[in-house]
């Protein structure tokens, strides 16, 4: 029996057993679109929250030291935003005052529509790519990573 080596494998993956992995080990709903092979995800039992990347590493921070983990994170480098997936268990927000500050701080709640996840496909223009990849069912709850942004947008971290 011939083994393959790490490298070999990494080559030798394409969309469908990337989407594949995604739905069996990740229990997420993908589909790929046969012309691009692009893998998406129709929200709903998962979400997402989008954010840019300096504050989506202060959130990092703390959901780590909560002890929140493992994180499936994807990033966009060209748009320097990440895309944490969720449990879509958030709550209207309420506060005017509080939606605003996330608004302006470009955090998106994504609970609805399509969620595009990191595909082997030729990405030459590195559109998105994993931070923390998704390699279980866990998610972390999306009040508590908007609980988290809320708290590094009241208290800015030091320049």
């Known amino acids: 029996m011939t ?16 989407c594949e992995f995604y739905r069996r080990v990740c229990s ?45 994170i994807i990033g966009h480098p060209r748009a320097h935003m990440w895309t944490f997936l969720v449990r879509s268990d958030i709550r209207p927000i309420g506060d005017p005052a509080d939606e605003a500050r996330l608004w302006k701080a470009r955090v998106v709640v994504v609970g609805d529509g399509d969620i595009a996840l990191p595909s082997p496909a030729p990405d030459a223009l590195m559109v998105r790519t994993w931070v923390s990849p998704a390699i279980s069912k866990f998610r972390p709850s999306g009040s508590v990573v908007l609980e988290c942004a809320r708290e590094c947008l009241l208290r800015p971290s030091p320049q």
Do not use: C, H, N, W
Request: charged residues 20%; aromatic residues 4%.
């Open 3 to 18: 083994q393959t080596s790490p490298l070999a494998s990494a080559y030798a993956e394409t969309p469908r057993s990337r």
């Open 28 to 72: 997420l709903p993908t589909v790929i679109d046969p012309a691009t092979g692009r893998i998406t995800m129709r929200a709903g039992f998962v979400g997402a929250v989008m954010m840019p990347t300096d504050l989506a590493q202060r959130v990092k921070i703390r959901l780590d030291l909560r002890g929140v983990a493992p994180l499936p």
